[in-house]
């Protein structure tokens, strides 16, 4: 059983950071493949962030230079950093996991993933 648990969220003003944390257990590999989608309130659920096996990151052009996926140490974990935030990336964060390897190039569709967390909520004020 594989277990996915996000945290980190909370309210910051436009231009503030936040650092996200998803937190895995069970039966993971450190490389599979994994990523952050989140979900604004009226709006389908849209792929921000994904790290492949090999480490190397992809992002959605509304995040690129803003945003910065990476695993932590024992790579059990699973980290995004927002700066600049603003209120347009207001939504609920959630992170997956594939279950898979994968090398290359971005993994934004919600059926590549297997496993989601619960999510962890980020709301930015103008």
């Known amino acids: 059983q594989v277990q996915l648990v996000e945290s980190g969220g909370g309210s910051v003003q436009a231009g503030g950071s936040l650092r996200l944390s998803c937190a895995a257990s069970g039966y993971i590999d450190s490389s599979y493949c994994m990523g952050w989608f989140r979900q604004a309130p009226g709006k389908e659920r849209e792929g921000v962030a994904n790290i492949d096996s090999k480490g190397q990151p992809s992002y959605v052009d509304s995040v690129k230079g803003r945003f910065t996926i990476s695993k932590g140490n024992a790579k059990s974990t699973l980290y995004l950093q927002m700066n600049s935030l603003k209120p347009e990336d207001t939504a609920m964060y959630y992170c997956?996991?594939?279950?898979?390897?994968?090398?290359?190039?971005?993994?934004?569709?919600?059926?590549?993933?297997?496993?989601w967390g619960q999510g962890t909520q980020v709301t930015v004020s103008s």
């Open positions: 997956g996991t594939s279950l898979t390897f994968c090398w290359g190039g971005s993994r934004f569709a919600e059926y590549e993933y297997k496993y």
